[in-house]
């Protein structure tokens, strides 16, 4: 039997025992990686809409700054949280080392810049086409960036799935940060990672089976979830 072969069957045994760890892994991968995506959304896709209409000087390098940053090595993120979470750092205090919250914001960190990006250039376009129009209306700021939203609301999934693609598939920030601490911090991709390096090849590809098949169905849901929005 094939090592493919031995993974799928790794991974139907591993859904039909149900397992109470496994479960538990999947069921974190998914929290830390949609709370990560949906939190990232919320700050990035404003200052992508933003970034389309405002007008003012440093903006250009800003734009840059923030593509520069969709090149992010995790590794590094993770260790500047680390130093910045660890008890002789600043945020010491707060106790989120080694935490789900601390993979959040790993995860976070490097899926804002996509969010950004992705949101700000067809806002570009949009704004081209129709910024003329908001600005006879009078549009605030605000409620501008709201009609962008309303305008491209593919761009807003695009760049949530982007986001989550980023975040669920990230492994070394989160090790980093989060310990891999069976039970508590250990997901999917870091379950993968311990898997390989013990050699036993055929679980961590039924893993990674699993991990494939979690990520279509988010972004099966959420393509069905903005076409009833669509219709509406």
């Known amino acids: 039997m094939s090592d493919f072969t031995r993974s799928i069957a790794a991974a139907l045994a591993l859904f039909?025992?149900?397992?109470?760890?496994?479960l538990g892994i999947v069921a974190l991968s998914l929290r830390v990686s949609l709370t990560a995506s949906v939190?990232?959304?919320?700050?990035?896709?404003?200052?992508?809409?933003?970034?389309a209409i405002a007008r003012f000087r440093g903006r250009q390098a800003i734009i840059v700054l923030t593509n520069a940053f969709l090149g992010l090595p995790?590794?590094?993120?993770?260790?500047?949280?680390?130093?910045?979470?660890?008890?002789?750092?600043?945020?010491?205090?707060?106790?989120?080392?080694?935490?789900?919250?601390?993979?959040v914001i790993a995860q976070m960190l490097l899926a804002t810049p996509i969010v950004v990006a992705l949101v700000h250039r067809p806002s570009t376009l949009l704004w081209a086409e129709y910024g003329d129009l908001a600005r006879i209306d009078g549009l605030s700021i605000v409620r501008s960036v709201a009609l962008l939203f309303a305008l491209g609301r593919a761009s807003l999934l695009t760049a949530f799935l982007a986001a989550f693609g980023r975040a669920?598939?990230?492994?070394?920030?989160?090790?980093?940060?989060?310990?891999?601490?069976?039970?508590?911090?250990?997901?999917?991709t870091t379950a993968i990672a311990l898997e390989t390096s013990k050699g036993d090849l055929p679980l961590?590809?039924?893993?990674?089976?699993?991990l494939l098949?979690?990520?279509?169905?988010?972004?099966?849901?959420?393509?069905?979830?903005?076409g009833r929005v669509g219709e509406k």
């Open 168 to 188: 669920i598939a990230e492994v070394g920030a989160i090790i980093i940060v989060g310990g891999n601490i069976r039970g508590f911090t250990r997901t999917m």
């Open 16 to 22: 039909g025992e149900a397992d109470p760890e496994l």
């Open 39 to 51: 939190v990232a959304l919320l700050i990035g896709a404003p200052i992508g809409a933003w970034l």
């Open 74 to 103: 995790p590794v590094v993120v993770g260790l500047v949280l680390y130093l910045l979470l660890s008890r002789s750092g600043p945020l010491g205090s707060a106790g989120i080392l080694f935490t789900p919250t601390a993979m």
């Open 213 to 226: 098949a979690l990520s279509v169905a988010v972004s099966t849901v959420a393509f069905l979830l903005m």
């Open 204 to 210: 961590a590809l039924g893993l990674g089976l699993i």
